[in-house]
DNA sequence: CTAGCCACTTGATGTGGATCAACAATCCGC
DNA sequence: GCGGATTGTTGATCCACATCAAGTGGCTAG
């Protein structure tokens, strides 16, 4: 993981999304990482024992199988936490997708964060298993109704919706291709769902609509 | 939910898998309650507060769309602990494939079980994220040897594998019809890399093969 | 043993999304 | 602002899996 670690610069952190606890005493306050556009945070086989915060920009974790096949388990954006693991090995890729900022909580190892982490899995979790229904029994309208709606969502539900991630990166999170993808957005737009203010973020004209494809 | 409450009859638990920490006191020992093939163990929308270890027996976890089509995100045999949630609202339902045998620990409110649960919550996690490789990334072959290898393993790693489920459930598990797991399974064979020794139980006979072919 | 049912298999055909192939728009360095 | 690289869109074709449609075999009741 090499990172340019901007020490203790105080960036504003809009953490819209349920925060770390903040169980981490203020000794423990972390100065905030930077990592450039498509840089790694962790590796797949890394040893793992931090947990990251985003401050802002957006974090895509995937995993790679042999031939080059990508899947991205999860987006994160501003104020979302993610890199625990069951072991202490990281199972995943972690990559910065923009300009991001990262906040480190190196885990102490006798400290017990349980309490802390626990809320987080579940929801991490709950997360996953509702991801599987879409990419198991849904076809490609309705996925990326369902992934525009919960992006909205974590957006604050304005009706401007802010795509930090290119079309491929859509594509290997919903299972499809990015020539599908681009082809949903444009059946969207001439259904008058969406508009396409330009390539990174869309506007949601018909919310229920858009909710009622995502079931 | 409505079982067949056998009151502490002694049954072999054997507990192949990681069972659930002691951590419940003897006094918090449960009985273990019996659910016929096909019942309802817990549905969504239902308040949870328990969890659930099989102690005999298989569980589906499954989502619905409005429109009935099916998601099982997860199947937990002998030894195997489910029904935590991330909040007080069970966001799944839960059956019995078989007769099934299953010890309840209700969570007492204002007890702290989060110490025992993280692992659990954790190793959840991962399988729910690894299964979207599968759904998101994998063909039809690819998705039932991979399916085949994870349900060999969590039996003991032996030849023959029995599947609790039917085809139905293995279809939806794996986001396929029921059409196209046979097809599969009559090609793994023709190709020499399982037989099928009757419809509920294959031996797999090129487990090498099996394993590159699930990735 | 026999009838009937249900789960599974196998075959024929259809189709949604992948793949292959231009082309257009946007971004970036100079 | 210009030229090239990168990212996204659109069109034509293909193919893996779904769907539709018969079978087949194995269990259960009688």
Same mark, same amino acid.
């Given at each position: 993981m090499h990172a340019y670690t901007a020490s203790r *610069? @105080?960036? @504003? %952190?809009? @953490? &819209?999304? %349920?925060?770390? %606890? &903040? &169980?981490? $005493?203020s000794e423990t306050q972390q100065p905030i990482s930077f990592f450039p556009a498509g840089s790694e945070i962790y590796a797949q086989g890394e040893r793992a024992g931090a947990l990251y915060q985003v401050e802002f920009g957006a974090v895509r974790i995937y995993r790679l199988l042999a031939? $080059?096949?990508?899947? *991205?388990s999860a987006f994160h954006l501003a104020g979302e936490t993610f890199g625990f693991e069951a072991d202490a090995t990281h199972h995943f890729f972690a990559e910065a997708i923009n300009a991001t900022g990262v906040r480190t909580f190196r885990l102490a190892a006798g400290a017990d964060m349980s309490h802390q982490l626990l809320p987080l899995a579940l929801k991490g979790l709950t997360r996953a298993q509702e991801h599987l229904l879409v990419l198991g029994r849904q076809n490609a309208i309705e996925r990326v109704a369902a992934f525009l709606v919960d992006l909205g969502e974590r957006q604050g539900g304005l009706r401007q919706v802010e795509l930090p991630m290119s079309r491929m990166d859509i594509g290997d999170y919903l299972g499809l291709t990015i020539e599908t993808v681009s082809r949903v957005f444009t059946r969207l737009k001439d259904k008058g769902v969406i508009r396409l203010l330009n390539l990174r973020s869309i506007e949601i004209v018909k919310q229920d609509v858009l909710q009622a494809m995502g079931e």
């Amino acid at each position: 993981m090499h990172a340019y670690t901007a020490s203790r *610069i @105080s960036l @504003s %952190p809009h @953490s &819209a999304q %349920p925060s770390l %606890p &903040a &169980a981490f $005493g203020s000794e423990t306050q972390q100065p905030i990482s930077f990592f450039p556009a498509g840089s790694e945070i962790y590796a797949q086989g890394e040893r793992a024992g931090a947990l990251y915060q985003v401050e802002f920009g957006a974090v895509r974790i995937y995993r790679l199988l042999a031939d $080059g096949r990508r899947q *991205i388990s999860a987006f994160h954006l501003a104020g979302e936490t993610f890199g625990f693991e069951a072991d202490a090995t990281h199972h995943f890729f972690a990559e910065a997708i923009n300009a991001t900022g990262v906040r480190t909580f190196r885990l102490a190892a006798g400290a017990d964060m349980s309490h802390q982490l626990l809320p987080l899995a579940l929801k991490g979790l709950t997360r996953a298993q509702e991801h599987l229904l879409v990419l198991g029994r849904q076809n490609a309208i309705e996925r990326v109704a369902a992934f525009l709606v919960d992006l909205g969502e974590r957006q604050g539900g304005l009706r401007q919706v802010e795509l930090p991630m290119s079309r491929m990166d859509i594509g290997d999170y919903l299972g499809l291709t990015i020539e599908t993808v681009s082809r949903v957005f444009t059946r969207l737009k001439d259904k008058g769902v969406i508009r396409l203010l330009n390539l990174r973020s869309i506007e949601i004209v018909k919310q229920d609509v858009l909710q009622a494809m995502g079931e």
